[in-house]
Nanobody
Framework: QVQLVESGGGSVQAGGSLRLSCVVS????MGWFRQAPGKEREGVAV???????SYKVSVAGRFTISLDNAKNTLYLQMNRLKPEDTAMYYC?????????????????????WGQGTQVTVSS
């Protein structure tokens, strides 16, 4: 059974930074999602094998998704963190082929998920 493993979560003060990592191999479509208590899972950022990306509006300009093919690792660099960024963050991946410009932030686009890593931002 395929399992993605996230790392890099933790507790920081508002304005701080964290970098999440997820080991990925053989996937064409990868993303980060988050879920806060009592809320639905929401897309944060997505990247496809062509390098096209898309971000949730509230994180654009603060978060950066990237893929290091040499290390088979997906990253989410999170800067200027806010208390409302507090959530469990999940790595997601999929192997179905997509057009180079296709970037859709929807959980339905992904077949494989990690267990999550907690990010807590205090004010």
């Amino acid at each position: 059974q395929v399992q993605l493993v996230e790392s890099g979560g933790g507790s920081v003060q508002a304005g701080g930074s964290l970098r999440l990592s997820c080991v990925v191999s053989g996937y064409t479509y990868m993303g980060w999602f988050r879920q806060a208590p009592g809320k639905e899972r929401e897309g944060v950022a997505v990247i496809n094998s062509s390098g096209s990306t898309s971000y949730k509006v509230s994180v654009a300009g603060r978060f950066t998704i990237s893929l290091d093919n040499a290390k088979n690792t997906l990253y989410l660099q999170m800067n200027r963190l806010k208390p409302e960024d507090t959530a469990m963050y999940y790595c997601a991946a999929d192997r179905r082929p997509r057009a180079s410009g296709y970037v859709v932030l929807s959980p339905q686009e992904f077949d494989y998920w990690g267990q999550g890593t907690q990010v807590t931002v205090s004010s």
